[in-house]
């Protein structure tokens, strides 16, 4: 299970789960020496990866560290500031390239995107979660993820989720019972929400559910001034790479 937790003033989250040490949020009292930290927690725990999200001005010193340039994103931060995500390997065979997950990756990229906005099938009604809404949501999480980096299984940990990480949930309801979440993990400060963790119960699948999730999430989310919407997907997890390479070239750039 990946352990969320401070590192200096900076948010870090690391474990065995994912073989990976993550530095989700530096703040600039802890730079540079943050690098060479994330060095040794990934050398204690042993692993294989190590992930950065900065604002774009302290990429120089993780580049010299060994870390690439996987993405760039404009205006990340309070939509002023770009951010660099940056990533190093400690294992050569983790960093070798996924051939079959890439070449169908590359296929979808060049597929004519055939995207149609169509209204939410009336049976479903969509609404911002709260805590009262963490013991429906485990069964849902149980149902869809059979493993994951996180406790979400656990009402409480999705209660201080929400309380102390910023985390906001989305839900989806037929006849009055929670049947698909998707989450945002807001920085309330920046202005920057990374939409994740959609989950839909198998019975309910081919209602695009997740692309109303999402776009649902965009309007309340853009309602309190957030700036910049990103995902990080998972290279196998194909579906939900063409539900949002579909509606970013559908709608404006966020």
């Known amino acids: 299970m990946d352990k969320i937790e401070n590192c200096g003033q900076s948010r870090i989250s690391h474990g065995s789960e994912s073989s990976r040490v993550y530095l989700m949020d530096l703040h600039p009292a802890d730079f540079p020496q943050i690098i060479e930290k994330l060095d040794k927690i990934a ?84 609404r911002p979660l709260n805590e009262s809404d963490a013991e429906a949501m485990v069964p849902v999480f149980k149902q869809v993820f059979s493993t994951y980096p996180f406790p979400i299984y656990d009402p409480a940990f999705l209660i201080q989720s929400m309380r102390e990480d910023g985390t906001r949930y989305f839900g989806a309801f037929c006849e009055g019972a929670l049947i698909a979440i998707s989450s945002a993990e807001c920085n309330d400060v920046k202005k920057n929400a990374e939409m994740t963790d959609f989950a839909v119960l198998p019975t309910h699948r081919g209602k695009r559910l997740a692309v109303h999730l999402l776009t649902f999430m965009e309007e309340e989310l853009t309602k309190d001034g957030f700036k910049t919407f990103y995902t990080i997907a998972r290279l196998h997890s194909l579906p939900m790479n063409k539900t949002f390479y579909n509606l970013a070239t559908n709608t404006p750039a966020h």
């Open 43 to 126: 050398a204690e725990g042993r692993y294989t990866k190590l992930f950065a999200k900065v604002a774009a001005k302290y990429g120089p010193a993780f580049l010299n560290a060994g870390y690439v340039i996987e993405a760039l994103v404009p205006e990340f931060y309070g939509g002023q500031e770009d951010a660099l995500f940056l990533m190093k390997y400690t294992d050569a065979e983790r960093q070798k390239p996924e051939a079959k997950e890439l070449e169908a990756f590359q296929q979808l990229l060049l597929e004519p995107v055939e995207f149609e906005p169509t209204p939410i099938d009336n049976a479903y009604k969509l």
